[in-house]
């Protein structure tokens, strides 16, 4: 042990980069990296050139919602077939390739790819992934499902659009839709390669968390993130090959003239299926075995990383470390076993629905446990208002707002009323949006520094914050009551129904918040780019944490750590009493005083 | 004041600010008619009840936490409180309470909603359908069992759109769909049904007021979803019968031999 330096020593050393063991040529270092932060910010900045695009697509969709046949400003000239608006057609591939966009191409590879990679290393002491060359596959394998989804839109018949839940005979039938044709054959092509992508990343995150931990580092001492990001691979592991076989299944019945999902004699459009005897709901229940277990991919990352970043603003130890884990394993476990919620009005038996109605209504369980130790973390603190902790606490907020909704749809005789409109899709957008994407943009302003060295900009980060919240608030809140009239998802113009022909004045503002929400991300984006030349030097610690990730350089250089850490006490002591500095960081050396309160708080 | 002290009100007030806009928006939006759709329907009132019941309940759950957020925030203020923060690691007794008191509640929720369930979808009224509707894009297939009362006969009655109902009677539809998936949405009837091809798929529901209703698809059928409308009249049982008999009238007037082989075809 004699070689190994005491971490005590070396937090101070102004030292900015470990020694590089080997001279890398540009390509190797930057393009085909192995490294996992540089594998990490792949995944970040192509998940947000597509999160800047889903965002847009999300506009034109309001576009058409708030002023139907209108001519769209500055874009319609690209995409209008006459005039300035949009097809109807047009506007049924626009909400089809936003919610895919948004869930494949920015969500789950923004939290298991970007952070995920850029996180897991660091977070446990281990100086790469267990598989660097699979961890550069991982990221590689997005790059066609990027040219698959992105080319479908010049392919004749546009891109998909039978919606991102593709369900048959809509999807399967080249004749039923424009998008029908080589738009959605792109999008299963595309799904399939996400679907690699994210297996790739799956096992190599699972192996290094149980093999690659810093001496030290129990299971239980783990932070939440990497918990959750733990869960999240299992998750992935096990849902993933469900989905990528119904899509070849998918695949085969629509070129190889096989009928998993048609029934005898299927005819669309004058268009008949060459074979038959399928079943268009087995399809349903092969995408949301996966799909579902998806939903909690989308956010488990997001609890784990707020988890960490409530505990370091709040100066406070996490309320109920190991109540989160076993939450967290509750939500994974029973994620399984809730899938048929999405299918109350699909026509399965409605027995079935019963038991669906059980445990969905049992997963809301976790979750409320999870919430009210966040609370309890908060309780008591020192809170510092830095963006990272706004954006944090917002999710605590917004995330109380789409759990409970949930409890609605998982009700069945309400879902009657529900299912499909834009109840549902206020559920959602509170989950992943107000969700997930506000602890996405905390996790960035918390480790920016571990990624760039330097800060950002707290005064304009403040500012979108502030703004992002107002004008999210403003476009989905209102969801839930233009839900309540029953307002249905996915329709073009829906003003023609006496049900809700009323509704065009709160659409227009729903909209008009949105164009808002979408334009302060301009600052974000000021914000994160200025900061990465110009921001101020951050040093190894900036927030005073007590995770692996901040005892290393800002950036960290190839293998991560100039040191070896070794791992003393689990991740939240912050505030000891009897210890002089308000935290003790994992790597610091035994310390009686903490012993002691450690010792006294059991 | 200092101004870390001043931000921290302020951030504490937005937080605020979510329960007190969330719980107005909820109290206002019925004043604009932006709610729930009149109901005529028997078992509608039970959905609704249990729509008031939920939202009572998550209601107060919802003001309550975001509350305690509100109060966290402002009392933990790191620019007001002084002294270090708590030293505590979590609360066994807490957590169990916690678990316990939501679990049971969602477990009756789950129990007590079961009975309206079945009622809507699963005790299906002894009797044979009083309408087929079949689905395709993009509009509803309505064919009524003629005068002998039997579906699938030559003396059908073919329609488009336009459903009437009987009120005060028990009321069966046999959903099916020709082409790709629709959904059978009566919102003022609290009725949705996916038509599946492929699948018959009952649908029963007693209207309890007359009037004129929207047909909704409410599941994506293709380019033409949005204006896939029908309608649906809820009148008495004599203006139902006279309305049937025009009808037929017209249908033998156009149509002398309706052959259901080739007027709908069936899956």
Redo the contacts between chains.
């Keep these: 042990m004699s070689t190994i330096t005491t971490p005590a020593a070396v937090h101070h050393e102004p030292t900015v980069s470990a020694p590089a063991p080997h001279q890398a040529s540009f390509l190797s270092t930057y393009v085909f990296s192995k490294d996992h932060k540089v594998i990490g910010l792949q995944f970040l900045f192509s998940t947000l050139v597509w999160f800047l695009i889903g965002g847009l697509l999300a506009l034109a969709v309001r576009w058409q919602i708030a002023w139907p046949w209108s001519d769209v400003p500055v874009l319609g000239k690209l995409f209008a077939q006459e005039g300035g608006q949009m097809?109807?057609?047009f506007y049924?591939m626009l909400f089809t390739m936003h919610a895919t966009v948004m869930i494949f191409l920015v969500i789950i590879p923004i939290l298991a790819g970007a952070f995920g990679n850029f996180l897991i290393p660091l977070m446990i002491g281990a100086d790469d992934m267990a598989f660097p060359t699979l961890n550069m596959l991982s990221y590689w394998f997005m790059w066609p499902a990027f040219i698959a989804f992105g080319a479908s839109f010049f392919v004749e018949g546009g891109a998909a659009?039978?919606?991102w839940t593709s369900?048959?005979?809509?999807s399967t039938?080249i004749a039923?839709?424009?998008g029908a044709g080589w738009g959605q054959t792109l999008w299963l092509l595309g799904l399939t390669m996400v679907g690699v992508s994210s297996m790739l990343g799956s096992v190599n995150y699972m192996t290094t968390i149980i093999l690659m931990r810093a001496p030290g580092m129990t299971m239980f001492r783990l932070p939440m993130t990497i918990w959750a990001m733990f869960i999240t691979a299992v998750l992935q592991a096990f849902a993933l090959p469900v989905l990528t076989a119904a899509g070849f299944m998918q695949l085969a019945d629509r070129t190889l003239g096989t009928g998993f999902f048609?029934?005898?004699?299927?005819?669309?459009?004058n268009w008949m299926q060459a074979t038959?005897g399928g079943?268009?709901?087995l399809w349903q229940h092969l995408f949301w075995f996966y799909s579902h277990p998806a939903v909690y991919i989308m956010i488990l990352p997001a609890m784990g990383m707020v988890s960490d970043i409530l505990t370091t603003f709040?100066?406070?130890?996490?309320?109920?470390?190991?109540?989160m884990v076993y939450s967290i394993a509750g939500i994974a476990g029973l994620g399984f076993i809730v899938w048929g919620h999405h299918m109350f009005?699909?026509?399965m038996n409605?027995?079935l629905?019963?038991t669906f109605?059980?445990s969905t209504?049992?997963i809301?369980?976790p979750s409320?446990?999870k919430?009210?130790?966040w609370?309890?973390t908060?309780?008591?603190?020192?809170?510092?208002?830095t963006t990272a902790m706004?954006f944090s606490?917002?999710f605590?907020?917004m995330f109380?707002?789409g759990g409970?909704?949930g409890?609605?749809m998982a009700?069945?005789?309400?879902d009657?009323?529900i299912?499909?409109?834009y109840f549902i899709v206020a559920h959602f957008h509170y989950v992943l949006f107000a969700g997930t994407a506000m602890g996405v943009f905390s996790g960035i302003y918390y480790w920016f520094p571990k990624m760039f060295g330097r800060t950002m900009n707290e005064f304009w980060g403040k500012v979108h914050f502030?703004l992002t919240?107002l004008f999210m608030?403003g476009t989905f809140?209102?969801m839930?009551?233009?839900g309540?009239?029953?307002f249905?998802r996915?329709?073009?113009?829906?003003y023609?129904?006496?049900?809700f022909h009323?509704?065009q004045p709160?659409n227009a503002f729903m909209t008009w918040c949105a164009i808002g929400m979408v334009a302060t991300q301009a600052i974000f984006a000021a914000n994160f780019f200025w900061s990465m030349f110009f921001g101020p030097i951050a040093g190894r610690n900036p927030w005073r944490s007590n995770t692996l990730e901040w005892t290393a350089p800002s950036p960290p250089g190839h293998g991560n750590f100039d040191f070896q850490p070794v791992v003393h006490r689990g991740p939240?002591e912050?505030?000891?009493?009897g210890v002089e500095k308000?935290h003790l960081m994992q790597t610091d050396p035994p310390n009686a005083a903490a012993t002691a309160?450690l010792a006294a708080?059991? | 004041m200092p101004v870390n002290r001043l931000?921290?009100i302020l951030?504490s007030l937005?937080?605020l600010a979510?329960p007190v806009?969330?719980v107005a928006?909820?109290a206002v939006?019925p004043a604009?008619?932006?709610?729930?759709?009149a109901d005529v329907s028997e078992h509608g009132k039970?959905?609704d009840g249990?729509?008031y019941f939920?939202?009572a309940?998550?209601g107060v759950?919802?003001v309550g936490?975001?509350i305690?957020?509100f109060w966290?925030?402002w009392k933990?203020?790191?620019a007001k409180?002084t002294g270090?923060?708590?030293?505590?690691?979590?609360?066994h007794t807490?957590?169990v309470v916690?678990?316990i008191i939501?679990?049971a509640t969602?477990?009756f929720?789950?129990i007590y909603?079961?009975n309206?369930?079945?009622d809507?979808?699963?005790r299906r009224p002894p009797m044979s359908p009083s309408v087929e509707v079949v689905a395709r894009?993009f509009e509803w297939r309505l064919r009524y069992p003629g005068r002998d009362g039997t579906l699938g006969t030559p003396d059908d009655l073919f329609l488009v759109n336009d459903l009437h109902v009987p009120v005060d009677e028990d009321f069966l539809v046999q959903l099916k769909s020709?082409?790709?998936?629709h959904?059978f949405?009566l919102?003022?009837l609290?009725?949705?049904?996916?038509?599946?091809?492929?699948?018959k798929?009952p649908v029963w529901f007693k209207a309890t007021e007359t009037g004129?209703?929207?047909i909704?698809?409410?599941?994506?059928?293709?380019?033409?979803?949005?204006?896939m409308?029908g309608r649906v009249t809820i009148e008495s049982r004599e203006d139902f019968d006279r309305w049937l008999e025009s009808q037929y009238a017209k249908q033998e007037a156009t149509q002398p031999e309706p052959d259901p082989a080739t007027a709908v075809?069936s899956?």
């Design positions: 097809a109807p057609e049924t659009s039978s919606g369900y048959p005979t809509l039938n039923s839709s424009p048609s029934p005898e004699g299927n005819i669309v459009n038959g079943q268009p709901l709040a100066r406070k130890p996490l309320f109920g470390y190991r109540p009005m699909s026509g409605p027995a629905g019963i109605m059980v209504m049992m809301a369980l409320a446990v919430t009210f130790n609370l309890g908060i309780w008591g603190g020192r809170v510092q208002f706004l606490l917002s605590v907020s109380i707002i409970l909704s409890i609605f009700a069945t005789p309400v009657i009323f299912h499909d409109t502030f919240f608030n809140f209102t839930h009551i233009l309540a009239v029953g249905p996915r329709l073009a113009d829906a023609h129904y006496e049900t009323h509704l709160l939240y912050y505030s000891v009493p308000d309160a708080a059991h | 931000a921290g951030w937005l937080f979510v806009l969330g928006t909820f939006a604009f008619d932006i709610w729930l759709p039970a959905i249990l729509f939920i939202l309940l998550t759950v919802f936490t975001e305690a957020l966290f925030l933990y203020d790191a409180a270090p923060a708590t030293y505590v690691h979590g609360n807490l957590e916690w678990t939501p679990a969602l477990l929720l789950a909603q079961m309206t369930w079945a809507v979808k699963m894009q020709m082409d790709v998936l959904s949405f919102p003022n609290r009725i949705k049904q996916d038509a599946v091809p492929g699948m798929i004129q209703f929207d909704v698809c409410a599941e994506l059928c293709g380019w033409g979803h949005y204006k409308k075809a899956n």
